[in-house]
């Protein structure tokens, strides 16, 4: 009898620990069902649900190593939870729009607000999404406490963990999302890709980068996220006109300001400016120098077709006449046009300056930001078996940039450390 007695005090106690689900069913301490939007027991007891937390909330109380030092628990440190339809607070906006990048650890500004406040709103009712801003806040803090030296790549920490198994949560919610995509489930990955982009970025995985910049784009072109011809005078409305831009997003962090390309007079060398920068101007040799001068040149160039390019994805996702729509394919041409003149004044200068060995990494970049341009102009308002050949070209292309960059980048982080002096570290280009 006792014994009994003690099982249900237990049970009650179990009962009233509460550390997930929506806000009403935490304030009367029973489990919830955590369906989303509104879980089914607060509906079938006649109760308004009022939603779910917003990730950040998660950590705004606390250092990031506080809150995982004692382990890896998705609800240590939780605020009191927020609804859904309260709208997002700015300063989660503007958390999320500096992580979003590691270029604005050097203040540059991505203009990504209206990005952040999606993805945001997204995660309050979507775990795979909520799981990778999770992830990617533990990352970024990482970086920023622990550095990015060699240390940083054999030491790894608490967050460094939880981060990665936040990521892999959002991974696999993201897979089972997609096992039969709806528009909720597109919207969704199209969503979790940015962030995962970034996520990537931050460990340095170039590679893995790539390769979500390829799918994000691909299932905005196969899904039709904006209008598009189907013949030559027959253009067809956009199949999924709420479907992030995912490409708008990609552009705007490639096009922001990278020190990595500034004058070396303006380049920051410290230890900590090699998370974007990568090489200072002193750790390359003579040899090289002239051609990273050209760099910025060509990057202002590139920018500024990054620009037309946004503005004319702006004038694609509103068309709705076939003669709007042929012009912008002119204008289309002549972005391409002009990318392609781009790359040729590249390549002329490189064979002037006949610099030996591989190409600087600040040229590399620019090379990626260049397919990454061509592969979204190449997609806008067409369809057909030629494009889909010409796509996948690009994409290898792209791949196999995204590789070398990667290798190059471990390389010089593992070696960066094992020399003497700032002039004489490692060489990576």
């Known amino acids: 009898m006792v014994g009994s007695v003690v099982a249900h005090k237990r049970n009650i106690e179990c ?44 950590f705004t109380s606390q250092p990031i190593n506080s809150a995982h030092a004692g382990g890896i628990k998705s609800d240590v440190g939780l605020q009191p939870i927020r609804p859904t339809f309260i709208e997002i607070a700015p300063q989660d906006i503007d958390l999320l729009n500096r992580y979003f990048s590691t270029k604005t650890m050097f203040d540059v500004k991505l203009g990504c607000d209206e990005e952040a406040r999606q993805v945001l709103q997204a995660s309050l ?16 803090e990482d970086l920023e406490t622990s550095g990015d030296g060699p240390a940083s790549v054999t030491q790894q920490t608490p967050s ?17 999302k997609l096992s039969s995509p709806g528009s909720n489930g597109l919207k969704s990955a199209l ?8 996520i990537e970025q931050v460990r340095k995985n170039y590679a893995a980068m790539a390769q979500h910049i390829i799918r994000g784009l691909r299932i905005m072109h196969e899904y039709r996220a904006r209008p598009y011809f189907v013949a030559a005078n027959k253009l067809v409305p956009a199949h999924h ?15 922001a300001p990278c020190k990595f390309a500034d004058p070396p007079a303006t380049a920051d060398v410290s230890g900590t400016t090699l998370s974007v ?32 390019t946004l503005e004319f994805l702006s004038k694609v996702s509103q068309v709705e006449s076939v003669g709007i729509a042929l012009r912008l394919l002119s204008e289309k041409a002549a972005l391409l046009d002009s990318l392609e003149s781009w790359l040729i004044d590249l390549e002329l200068v490189q064979t002037e ?12 970049f620019l090379r990626f930001f260049y397919l990454i341009l061509k592969i979204v102009l190449l997609g806008a308002l067409e369809s057909s078996p030629d ?9 290898d292309r792209l791949q196999g940039v995204a590789n070398n960059v990667r290798e190059r980048v471990r390389a010089y982080r593992t070696c960066s450390g094992t020399s003497s002096g700032r002039g004489e570290r490692s060489t990576v280009r």
């Open 15 to 58: 009962r009233t620990k509460v550390k997930t689900g929506c806000a009403t069913c935490r304030i009367r301490k029973v489990k919830c069902d955590e369906n989303k939007p509104f879980c089914q027991k607060c509906v079938n007891t006649g109760r308004t649900c009022d939603g779910y937390e917003s990730p950040f909330r998660f």
């Open 125 to 140: 009712t979507n775990p795979p999404i909520r799981h990778a801003v999770l992830s990617l806040r533990a990352l970024r």
């Open 160 to 176: 460094y963990h939880y981060g990665l198994q936040q990521y892999c949560m959002a991974l696999g919610g993201l897979a089972s």
């Open 191 to 198: 969503l979790c890709c940015q962030v995962f982009i970034s």
């Open 241 to 255: 006109d709420q479907l992030p831009f995912l490409d708008v997003f990609i552009i705007k962090l490639f096009a």
């Open 277 to 308: 920068c990568l090489i200072s101007p002193h750790q390359q040799p003579v040899e090289s120098r002239d051609l990273r001068t050209i760099a910025p040149d060509m990057r202002t160039e590139l920018t500024r077709i990054a620009a037309s």
């Open 353 to 364: 300056i006949g610099s030996p060995g591989p190409e600087p990494i600040s040229v590399s």
């Open 387 to 395: 494009l889909y050949a010409e796509l996948r070209t690009e994409n």
